[in-house]
């Protein structure tokens, strides 16, 4: 049973990593970082309603960012990738924006947006829709020539090229964009959320910080790990439903 | 028929032109197969896109069934090199994409392509994906799928290159009996020349780069069912093999 197997040995590092976290939690002995399980203790008594609320409102930002980042970058990529008079405008566009730190516009959206959920994942979205948008038009343009000659020779037209070629193509990589986008949405959703504001997962963990509550605080990162891991597994679930041919 | 009158073609790159063809001319008459052989980078695959419709030519015309060939042509099937399988349809998906992208619903498709595959020897893989088959199956499926179309016209680019030399010889049995129950005028490009020989019932030698008409050769015997131990067969492929090395 090598799903068995899998399972096991994802325990097994899980287990591994709460006795690494502990031995290094008796060794510090620092009130500052708790051991695993007085963090399960006070993650069973923040849970509800508390945490459970900001995890929901973070939850929120992260795949609202998230979709909002695939809805305009997988077109535009899987556009820019095929048609290089697109690419010739907008490939100097995202070069010149790359290095300018995203999160460094926070102050500015806040300025303009207020600080509800708009201003952050405005930013969320800035970070990674460039990532998304970058690996769609690659992974467009490195489509064998082949493989839409021969649709086109079976008269396809250039929407059922798309349809046929070119999007499930394209799918296993955007993908993959999309787990890696979703990492940087995490990290910019936590200082995003540390900065203003009262709301969500990020804010949990400093207000922890604050009080001096440095169980709540475990509680908060550990369910913002949680929601890491959740959202890494269903893209996973997502690209075993939406790819079937890459399956072994 | 398909007519070839005076064709060129020029591919343009950031380095400049780059002559493709140059002053092509021949005829391949209804029903028979033609093959094409030639060094490297003698625009064979170039010639089979302008057949297909799939570039346009810089100079001259193809004329197929009385038609002059500005794209992609309903009733010309095409069997690309390396196969043009779609990675992510299955075998029973790749070999129906021609009749869904016509718009015959899927009772129809079943009709068309149920007896297509068992002949071909693909039954039970219709649920396979590609990278699940062997070379030949692959090249079986894009038999298929070109067959399905109920084509006139069918044009394939070195289709059984990357077989075994038994696989191949089978495919080549099979192309042969399909040519007898079908007529379809076919043009073959191939690097064998004991393919070329077996198959084509009329071999056009290209030189190039960039590409011209060096030879053509008619052999009556192609396709015969012992015509591989004939004299003959032995005699055109060493004429073939100077040809191509002078
Ligand atoms: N897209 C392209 N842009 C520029 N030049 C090209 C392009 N495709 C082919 N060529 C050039 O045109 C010539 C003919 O190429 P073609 O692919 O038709 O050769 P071929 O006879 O099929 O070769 P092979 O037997 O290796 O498949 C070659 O010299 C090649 O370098
Ligand atoms: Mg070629």
């Not at chain 1, 060794?27 to 695993?36: D, E, Q, V, Y």
């Not at chain 1, 990290?187 to 400093?206: C, D, H, K, M, R």
């Not at chain 2, 490297?40 to 297909?52: F, N, R």
């Not at chain 2, 069918?154 to 007898?180: K, Y």
Request: charged fraction near 15%; hydrophobic fraction near 50%.
């Amino acid at each position: 049973m090598p799903d068995c197997r899998r399972a096991l040995s994802y325990l097994a590092s899980l287990f591994f990593l709460f006795a690494f976290w502990w031995f290094l939690a008796t060794i510090i002995n620092n009130p500052g970082l708790p051991g695993p399980l007085p963090s399960l203790q006070s993650l069973v008594e923040v849970w509800w309603p508390d945490l459970a609320r900001h995890l929901c409102i973070s939850t929120y930002r992260v795949l609202g960012s998230l979709a909002l980042a695939l809805i305009t970058g997988v077109p535009l990529g899987l556009l820019a990738g095929r048609h290089p008079v697109l690419d010739s405008f907008l490939a100097p566009l995202v070069y010149l924006l790359y290095p300018v730190p995203k999160v460094a516009l926070l102050p500015v959206a806040m300025v303009l947006l207020g600080i509800g959920d708009a201003t952050r994942m405005l930013v969320i979205y800035l970070v990674i829709v460039n990532q998304i948008l970058i690996t769609t038009r690659d992974a467009a343009r490195q489509i064998p020539p082949q493989l839409l000659l021969s649709v086109a020779s079976l008269g396809a037209g250039k929407i059922s090229l798309y349809r046929q070629v070119i999007i499930p193509a394209c799918l296993p990589e955007i993908i993959t964009a999309g787990r890696i986008s979703l990492g940087s949405a995490i990290s910019v959703l936590f200082i995003s959320e540390t900065i203003a504001g009262n709301s969500g997962v990020g804010y949990f963990i400093l207000d922890g910080l604050f009080r001096a509550d440095f169980g709540a605080m475990f509680a908060g990162i550990m369910a913002m790990a949680g929601m890491g891991l959740v959202l890494y597994m269903m893209l996973n679930l997502v690209e075993y439903l939406l790819c079937p041919w890459q399956r072994q | 028929m398909i007519r070839v009158i005076n064709l060129d073609y020029t591919y343009y790159t950031a380095g400049g032109a780059v002559p493709a063809l140059i002053n092509l001319n021949f005829t391949v008459p209804a029903g028979q197969t033609c093959v094409l052989i030639g060094p490297s980078g003698c625009g064979k695959t170039t010639l089979l896109y302008l057949l297909g419709g799939l570039l346009q030519p810089a100079r001259g015309e193809i004329w197929i069934g009385g038609e002059k060939i500005k794209g992609p042509r309903q009733r010309t099937a095409m069997i690309l090199q390396d196969y043009g399988l779609l990675p992510w349809k299955t075998v029973w998906e790749n070999a129906a994409l021609g009749l869904a992208l016509r718009k015959l619903t899927s009772r129809q498709q079943r009709e068309r392509l149920q007896p297509l595959l068992a002949g071909l020897g693909l039954s039970g893989l219709e649920k396979r994906y590609p990278s699940q088959l062997s070379g030949g199956q692959k090249q079986r499926v894009a038999i298929a799928r070109a067959l399905s179309l109920e084509p006139d016209v069918l044009l394939m680019d070195e289709p059984f290159s990357a077989l075994d030399a038994l696989t191949r010889e089978g495919l080549q049995q099979t192309l042969v009996e399909i040519q007898n129950q079908r007529r379809l005028t076919t043009v073959l490009v191939t690097h064998n020349i004991e393919e070329a020989v077996f198959l084509g019932r009329q071999i056009i030698v290209l030189t190039g780069p960039p590409g011209q008409v060096k030879a053509v050769l008619a052999n009556e015997g192609a396709g015969r069912e012992d015509y591989r131990f004939a004299p003959e067969f032995h005699q055109l492929c060493t004429r073939v093999r100077q040809i191509l090395q002078r």
